[in-house]
């Protein structure tokens, strides 16, 4: 075998080496390829956004998120979520659409957030939530299923709360508080005027939601008191709420009471006083 005959034999292994390390290179490359889609799909899929609502799809929908709310659309719970309505410290929430069409209120707890430790003292004596396993994306599945409980304890004990539909992980699922169209019930806050009313109405939904639910709300303000296009007292974010039972229920109470009355106050409604107020609120009849 001549020269000539050694040399196109090493240069065709050559080629072929050079081929197989372009093969492994290829495979990387359609996998970031991949990636960078599958996450254009997903935040296009689920979210129909604005502009503005970029910086809101980088906190919320991470990876362990977006595979709950795929869960959830594969079950049947949800059909899509749209534009974000409502931001907190904790969560933000979304419009969502129903597999009929219908809309829903999404939550989304946030899973960085650290205002979460700051509330152990709700549920450190809540005997429903005794055992916790470490970890502050455990705390927020097991806050999130705290909120659907309480939810469904208000609602069947009739007080007006949005209904609860589904909790998986960080992410609950309830009635939307509006509409058909879409338009969000508004926040004692944000209305213009509020009337007497209004306060007896509220102080109904709070005797219901202590003597037939057996709750106290325990962050109650006039941003979560919500007022329906039919003109009906609405109470949201239940998080918080414990049961009458809890050691700190009274002292949660209390708070609940004088945020309450201090907004009517300041917009001109005549209030009941704390203690009598309290009174009514714990005693049946």
């Known amino acids: 075998m001549g020269k000539d005959d050694v040399e196109p034999e090493e240069e065709k292994q050559q080629q072929q080496q050079q081929q197989e390390q372009e093969q492994h290179k290829e495979p990387k490359a359609v996998a970031r390829a991949d990636r960078r889609y599958a996450r254009h799909e997903r935040e296009n899929r ?28 594969n079950d049947g719970i949800l059909k899509s979520v749209q ?11 979304f419009i969502g659409e129903a597999p009929d069409g219908s809309p829903l209120a999404v939550k989304i707890y946030l899973t960085v957030s650290s205002e979460f430790k700051k509330r152990m003292q709700y549920i450190a004596g809540d005997p429903r939530f ?10 927020i599945s097991a806050w999130a299923r705290k909120e659907f409980k309480n939810l469904q304890q208000a609602h069947k004990a009739g007080v007006r709360v949005p209904a609860p539909i589904a909790v998986e992980k960080n992410v609950l699922v309830m009635e939307f508080i509006g509409d058909s169209e879409g338009n969000v019930a508004t926040p004692l806050a944000n209305l213009e005027s509020v009337t007497e009313a209004d306060y007896a109405e509220v102080v109904e939904q709070l005797q219901i939601l202590y003597q037939k639910a057996g709750l106290v709300h325990a962050d109650l303000s006039e941003y979560n008191i919500f007022k329906n296009p039919k003109g009906e007292i609405i109470l949201l974010d239940f998080g918080s709420a414990v049961d009458v039972k809890h050691p700190n229920s009274k002292q949660f109470l209390v708070r609940d009471v004088q945020n309450v009355n201090r907004f009517f106050i300041k917009r001109g409604i005549d209030v009941i006083d704390t203690t009598h107020l309290m009174d009514r609120i714990m005693t049946a009849g």
């Open 46 to 73: 689920f979210l129909q956004k604005k502009s503005e609502d970029y910086q809101v799809v980088e906190e919320v929908f991470d990876m362990p998120t977006m595979m709950v709310i795929t869960k959830m659309v």
């Open 83 to 93: 534009s974000h309505f409502a931001s907190g410290k904790e969560a933000k929430v």
């Open 130 to 139: 005794s055992e916790i396993k470490g970890g502050t994306r455990n705390f």
